[in-house]
């Protein structure tokens, strides 16, 4: 699905086709891996996650840590899930990050246009295209 230094282009027409579209990549991920998420609010960044998180065997329910900014989930690899919503840009600067990505594991981050700059990894923007269909744009920027 990933193609290294080029962005692919996949046309969802629900949450269950979105949720299909993160399960498929997960087959892609390494330990290290950040996967940076943009897109409106009701977009569909947290069905992505839950599909990620599915494909990477986590059993437990996954939901969106706006409140807590951060939640860590097991599966084959561990998932650092951050959500950045809640947090202006000072805020977010403060935030220790490094602590959220785990050697062991994928780091996932929503509202990755919250960050002053992001690091090497897999950018994704997601876009409504209407009521229920979203575009969403990969890109593999790892090394």
């Known amino acids: 699905m990933l193609v290294k230094n080029e962005s692919v282009k996949m046309l969802s027409d629900g949450p269950v086709r979105t949720k299909e579209i993160g399960t498929e990549m997960a087959g892609d991920l390494r330990p290290g891996d950040i996967v940076y998420l943009y897109g409106e609010l009701g977009s569909g960044k947290t069905v992505f996650v839950k599909g990620i998180c599915s494909g990477l065997g986590v059993d437990e329910e996954v939901t969106s840590p706006s409140f807590v900014i951060a939640t860590e989930y097991r599966g084959t690899l561990k998932v ?31 509202w990755a246009d919250r960050l002053e700059s992001v690091g090497k990894g897999i950018v994704i923007h997601i876009t409504i295209t209407s ?13």
């Open 80 to 110: 650092s899930h951050i959500d950045l919503y809640r947090l202006d840009g000072v805020q977010v600067a403060a935030l220790p990050l490094d602590e959220y990505l785990p050697d062991d594991g994928v780091t996932v981050i929503e």
């Open 131 to 143: 009521e229920t269909s979203r575009e969403l744009t990969i890109e593999d920027l790892r090394d």
